[in-house]
Nanobody
Framework: QVQFVESGGGLVQPGGSLRLSCAASGSIASVYEMGWYRQAPGKQHKLVAGINKGGNTVYADSVKGRFTISRDNAKNTVYLQMNSLKPEDTAVYYC???????WGQGTQVTVSS
């Protein structure tokens, strides 16, 4: 199955921005839905943004208006633009498909002053 490698995380101050990238090992053109998830310490993975083949998007209420998910099938890459970051956004961020069975290594996002 397709595997995903996340990158772009880092340490930023509140109000800052990051752009996360998810590089797939194969074609994602046939993947119905791609999503970004995050896992805070001691918590389960939670969907924060999703995008389907038609370009329709969904967002968790906590990130609406601040995060934007996009999908470039030609580059087999999914992006998450994160603006106006808050300390509560701190987590390891992962991408996956709707049918994915395994999690990658994720990328750490830390929002702190």
């Amino acid at each position: 199955q397709v595997q995903f490698v996340e990158s772009g995380g880092g340490l930023v101050q509140p109000g800052g921005s990051l752009r996360l990238s998810c590089a797939a090992s194969g074609s994602i053109a046939s993947v119905y839905e791609m999503g970004w998830y995050r896992q805070a310490p001691g918590k389960q993975h939670k969907l924060v943004a999703g995008i389907n083949k038609g370009g329709n998007t969904v967002y968790a209420d906590s990130v609406k208006g601040r995060f934007t998910i996009s999908r470039d099938n030609a580059k087999n890459t999914v992006y998450l633009q994160m603006n106006s970051l808050k300390p509560e956004d701190t987590a390891v961020y992962y991408c996956n498909s709707d049918t994915g069975l395994f999690w990658g290594q994720g990328t750490q996002v830390t929002v702190s002053s």
